[in-house]
């Protein structure tokens, strides 16, 4: 974990505390009834009660697992979002978020959790929850554009003043690969896509590993490989293709060339169908490891002149077949 990091997206930064935020805080937020009508949260009620959260905010960044943040729009603060409360035993945080009255509507929130929510991804946090009255429709229509799913409602469960709410619970879970370590080795369940426009086939490839490959990667649980090469290409691509048909189940066992360490390797392929998008699309992904990956357009017919891995499909990717193929390789061990 790497704990609290600036944070830029298309129109907003999101940055730590500071204590000149004062009088903003109190301000628009502390003043406000608004802000804190279905929380019942007010830490900003007086210039000295905003003082000593703001304390206790710098002092939460001592942490590693503490995330908190204020929003600028055009270098105006307009808002606050954090993630709190970090379960390690549970793998589960916390998100809230609030944007001051004036700067409703203009998809501050949304844009701002999204980003926060990739970056708990990246901190790996399996479960990220948050919560909202029911009848806080702008929170709601937040959390829901910001893709978490609605897990509960809990009747009557927020009290606030003399009014009681029904509170909606939230919740987004961190995609698991199927990739199992054990005493022996590695297990990976893994799709790849074979992709070829104007008789050329995409690879990748990067400078920590001295081989190609196609496009493709590990597939999540609870994910069929139809979908999981679909999110595969799109990562990677950046564009939308859709599958042609089913190429090749292999089953491969192999030392890791880099860290040696045996592999047991399920892969799934397929053919995608051809697309103009492929004339324009960029690389920005990275492997397991962190090394940057490239594209390189490869003509067919001169497959058999590159290392390319795995060797048993590499060998049949000038002629696909028209059915399905089984394919076991299992290298010297």
């Known amino acids: 974990m790497k704990g609290t990091k600036v944070i830029h997206t298309g129109r907003l930064l999101l940055r730590k505390y500071r204590m000149e935020d004062v009088q903003a805080l109190y301000h628009y937020f502390g003043l406000d009834e608004e802000m804190h009508k279905y929380s019942g949260w007010n830490p900003f009620a007086t210039p000295e009660m905003t003082a000593v959260a703001v304390r206790t905010f710098l002092n939460g960044y001592r942490k590693l697992d ?38 409703w509507g203009k998809g501050i929130a949304t844009e701002a959790l999204t980003a926060v ?32 799913k609605q897990e509960r409602i809990e009747y009557d469960a927020l009290k606030i ?41 995409l690879l990748m490839k990067n400078k920590e590993e001295p081989y190609y490959y196609t496009v493709g990667g590990r597939v999540h649980f609870d994910e069929t ?20 048909r089913f190429l090749y189940f292999q089953e491969q066992f192999f030392d890791g060339k880099i860290t040696g ?32 990956e490239e594209y390189e357009w490869i003509p ?28 076991i390789e299992i290298d010297e061990r």
Not at 227 to 240: L, N, S
């Open 66 to 103: 503490y995330y908190s943040w204020v929003i600028e729009l055009d270098g105006e603060l307009v808002g606050m979002i954090g993630a709190y409360d970090y379960n390690s035993i549970k793998g589960t945080i916390e998100v809230g978020f609030s944007i001051r009255h004036d700067q």
């Open 117 to 148: 929510l990739s970056f708990l991804i990246e901190e790996q946090i399996p479960c990220v929850t948050a919560w909202c009255a029911a009848q806080n429709e702008g929170s709601r229509r937040v959390l829901e554009q910001s893709g978490m």
């Open 161 to 201: 003043g003399d009014k009681v709410y029904d509170k909606l619970v939230f919740v987004r879970q961190l995609p698991v690969d199927l990739t199992f370590h054990n005493r022996c080795g590695i297990f990976n369940y893994r799709v790849g896509a074979v992709i070829i426009h104007d008789k050329k086939l």
């Open 225 to 244: 490989t139809e979908e999981a090469v679909k999110r595969e290409v799109k990562e990677e691509t950046g564009i939308d293709l859709e599958i042609d």
């Open 261 to 292: 360490t045996h592999i047991h390797e399920l892969g799934v392929y397929y053919l995608m169908k051809d697309s103009p998008e492929l004339d324009h699309i960029v690389c920005h992904s990275v492997t397991a490891r962190g090394a940057a």
């Open 300 to 327: 067919v017919g001169e497959c058999g002149q590159y290392y390319i891995v795995p060797e048993s499909v590499a060998e049949r990717l000038q002629n696909l077949p028209m059915h399905p193929e089984h394919i």
